[in-house]
């Protein structure tokens, strides 16, 4: 680590935070903070996208994976993009014609305040004790590794300091305009580092020689510790419904969109882009077991290429592309966690505030946010491992939300009391899974990811249930919405989002072929 990195590094935040206070003063209603007034464009929606999927978390955790465990781990990754193609084609009009805000916003005009509150309180836990102090946690290992000398508090409150200033500054526009420079850096750097470990190894047939057959097949065993392959079916679905269609921080950017057109090819866009990261993230780890056949630990195997191979000026720039990730994932998780509170919560409590006020007070909620993230960080050490802990509790957490905003979109017969008991009771189910899987045995432990099938289904049939036992009169006035006030835009078919799909429909079948 030379000088020359080091000055890469400070220049680059010095850069973002003066880009974020740039955008100081440019909005004057909520929209215009929390949903860049409504303009973007779908090339921006579709970076930032990408770059708050792709976190310090996901690049630790990815190569991590594809160490520990081979390339099964990118099945997260081609569900997601299945996810997003779906969220673009089918879900993204329902979403801009209601001109929703926030997530919760939508379970509140579908069904009533009840569910609305419960998925804004889940919303801000998650947001903040999972994705803001998840990232601030893994940046801070990433950096300590540089600086052994300093305490690792120290670098969560220096991320968190900028991070908090720039978001406060310019709201959602700074931070989408931030996260497209952050995705190109971020995936120029991952590939300079993929480039450099095929290179160190010499050929393909020389991985598959050194490399067992399982770590180079998305498919495994249906007792697979990691990922069984009958949970791509169900489990996987169901987190990447969660996360690219009902996640604030990321539907937050397609809300954003100037137009339907814009908002769908931005998540198109998305789901293509996440594609390469097969090649960028999950393989250069699966290719670390020939480079580092006794590393001790499976999550360092990404900073290790860079450190060992990765020339100086060069290693700056890569490194900077890893603080960006972890300042897309804060951003973004900072800019969702605090429109929940303001919109979801404060307005519901003083429905007579300004515009002003709103704004004022998102502003409070980020800097509450990010000091509390703060303070959690460090105690995230005490788990096993980060990936595993992410995926569990979204295995845990996620399916009741899923199970209401499927049947809340495409079944016009389900009820407010549906949802609402449904959110209940498959947090009940997921809590007694919890308790016999982690603190007290009262049967046999079951997988997360087969945990959330499970509370899935248990979901689904208390909503149909109570649905159909005590149907409401009158359908919700939801689907009464007009959705002529969306025009749909004029572009020859080959431009249009339908062939954008299915172009990266296509792709993403043939990446899962080859590496079936």
């Known amino acids: 680590m030379t000088n020359l990195d080091l000055s890469i590094i400070v220049l680059y935040l010095l850069f973002i935070t003066w880009r974020g206070f740039r955008s100081r003063g440019t909005y004057e209603t909520t929209d215009d903070f929390f949903l860049a007034g409504r303009s973007l464009s779908w090339p921006l929606i579709g970076l930032s996208l990408y770059a708050t999927n792709i976190s310090i978390t996901s690049i630790i955790g990815l190569s991590g994976s594809g160490y520990e465990t081979g390339i099964s781990v990118f099945n997260y990754e081609w569900s997601g993009t299945i996810m997003l193609l779906i969220f673009a084609v089918f879900i993204v009009p329902f979403y801009l014609k209601h001109k929703l805000t926030t997530m919760p916003e939508f379970l509140g005009k579908r069904f009533d305040e009840r569910s609305r509150l419960y998925f804004s309180i889940i919303s801000i836990t998650m947001s903040v004790l999972i994705d803001i102090a998840g990232a601030l946690f893994a940046s801070s290992i990433l950096l300590k590794g540089i600086f052994p000398e300093v305490e690792l508090f120290v670098f969560v409150i220096i991320m968190a300091v900028v991070t908090g200033l720039y978001t406060v500054a310019g709201g959602l526009r700074a931070v989408v305009v931030t996260d497209s420079i952050q995705a190109i850096l971020l995936t120029l750097g991952s590939a300079i580092v993929a480039v450099v470990a095929f290179q160190q190894i010499g050929s393909w047939e020389e991985v598959r020689s050194a ?16 990922i069984p392959w009958p949970t791509l079916l169900i489990s996987l679905p169901i987190l990447g419904f969660y996360f690219m269609c009902s996640n604030q921080h990321m539907v937050q950017r397609v809300l954003g969109a100037k137009s339907l057109e814009d908002g769908r090819k931005g998540a198109i866009f998305a789901g293509l882009l996440k594609l390469p990261l097969l090649f960028i993230l999950v393989l250069p780890g699966t290719l670390g077991l020939i480079l580092y056949p006794e590393i001790e630990n499976p999550n360092l195997v990404f900073p290790e290429l860079m450190f060992d191979f990765i020339p100086a000026g060069v290693l700056g720039l890569i490194l900077t592309g890893f603080i960006a990730a972890l300042m897309s994932s804060i951003d973004s998780a900072l800019t969702a966690s605090s429109s929940i509170a303001t919109m979801d919560i404060y307005k519901k409590f003083r429905p007579n505030s300004s515009q002003k006020q709103l704004i004022k007070m998102g502003k409070v909620f980020i800097l509450a946010a990010v000091a509390l993230a703060s303070l959690w960080a460090p ?16 295995s845990f957490l996620s399916p009741p939300i899923v199970t209401c905003y499927i049947f809340g979109l495409f079944w016009k017969r389900a009820t407010a009391d549906g949802a609402f008991y449904s959110l209940i009771s498959g947090s009940v189910v997921a809590g007694i899974i919890i308790i016999n899987n982690y603190f007290y045995t009262l049967f046999f432990p079951i997988h997360y990811l087969y945990s959330a099938t499970i509370i899935f289904m248990v979901s689904n049939i208390i909503l149909v249930a109570v649905s159909l036992k005590y149907p409401e009169k009158e359908i919700s006035s939801f689907f009464d919405v007009d959705e002529g006030a969306i025009p749909p835009a004029e572009v020859p078919w080959y431009k249009s989002h339908k062939f954008f799909a299915l172009m990266v429909l296509l792709i993403t079948a043939a990446v899962v072929y080859i590496f079936w």
Not at 379 to 394: D, H, K
């Open 211 to 226: 490399v067992a057959p399982q770590f180079l097949s998305l498919i495994q065993p249906a007792d697979d510790p990691f």
């Open 379 to 394: 105690f995230i050490n005490q788990f096993p491992t980060l990936w595993e802990y992410l995926q569990a509790v979204l």
